[in-house]
C-alpha cells in the first residue's frame, strides 16, 4: 500500500497534490478545533502543550532528517551502481576488441543483446518496482561468453584476466541496482513518516492566538515544511521511479559504442525506439 502511494506521489504533479491537500487538510482541521473547542480550554493547554510540542516536534525532525538523508543516500547510490554497471559493460566491449574475431563478435553480440533489454524493456518495467528476467539471462550470458575463453598468448592471458574482473563488477553492480528496485522504503518507515506528521500538526492545535489567521499561517508552514519532507522521501526514495529517477544514459552510451563498430558477422541490431 505505501509503495502505491510512493508511485503515485514520485511525479511532480503528485507532489504538488501532496503539498497542497495536506497544507489544506491541516487548516482545515485546526478551524474545526477552534470552532468545537472553546478558547479557554485551549488557552489553559498552553504551558503543557508547549512543552509536549517541543518534545515531539524534536523527535520527529530528527526521525525526519534521516529518513530523508536515508532516501537521498538511496538515490546517490543507485546513480554510483548504474554507471559502474554500464561502464562495466562498455569496458567489457573494450577489451573484447583485443580478443580472436569469433570470441570478439560473441562478446559483442551479446552486449548488444543485453543493452537493448535493459534500455527497452528493463527500464520501464523498473519504473513499477520490477526487473526483467530476461534481461538477467542475457546478462548471466554474456558473462558466460567472456569466461569461456582459453587464452594463448601473453596479451590474451593479461586481457582474459582483466575482462573476468569487470566481468565480476558488472554482475555485482547489477545485483545492486536490481535489489534497490526491489526494496524502496520500508513500509515501517512510511507508517512512522506520516503518523508522526500527523500527530505534530494535530499537536500545533491545542494552542489559541487572539489572531486566528496567525495560528493559521504557523499551522500552514509546519505542513508545507512536513509534507516537503515526505515529497523528498518519495522523489529520492525510489531512484529508478518518478519524474526523478536514475537514467539508462550510461547504457545508451554503450550501445552507441556498438553500433558504431562493425556489426559481429554482419548481423545489424537496432535498438527499438
Known sequence: ??????????????????????????????????????????????????????????????????????????????????????????????????????????????????????????????????????AATSALELMDAVAHFEPVTEGQKAIYAESLSVSSDFWSNRRSRTGKVIRGIPALEWLVLILGGMITIVFTYFFALERVKVQVAMTTLVSLIISLNVYLVSMFGYPYSGDLKVSSDGFRIAHSMLESQEEPHGISHKMAK
Not at 37 to 63: E, F, K, W
Open 1 to 134: 500500500m505505501f509503495r502505491l502511494v510512493a508511485w503515485t506521489l514520485d511525479s511532480y504533479e503528485g507532489g504538488f497534490l501532496l503539498i497542497a491537500g495536506s497544507t489544506l487538510l491541516s487548516v482545515v482541521g485546526l478551524l474545526l478545533v477552534r470552532r468545537l473547542i472553546d478558547t479557554s480550554n485551549l488557552v489553559a493547554c498552553h504551558d503543557v502543550g508547549s512543552s509536549l510540542l517541543s518534545v515531539v516536534g524534536t523527535l520527529y525532525a530528527v526521525i525526519l532528517g534521516l529518513i530523508v538523508v536515508d532516501a537521498m543516500g538511496k538515490f546517490q547510490e543507485a546513480h554510483v551502481v548504474t554507471e559502474g554497471e554500464s561502464n562495466a559493460l562498455a569496458n567489457l566491449v573494450i577489451l573484447a576488441n583485443r580478443m580472436p574475431t569469433e570470441k570478439r563478435d560473441e562478446i559483442h553480440l551479446k552486449a548488444q543483446t543485453y543493452s537493448e533489454l535493459v534500455i527497452n524493456e528493463e527500464w520501464p518495467m523498473m519504473d513499477h518496482g520490477d526487473y526483467s528476467s530476461r
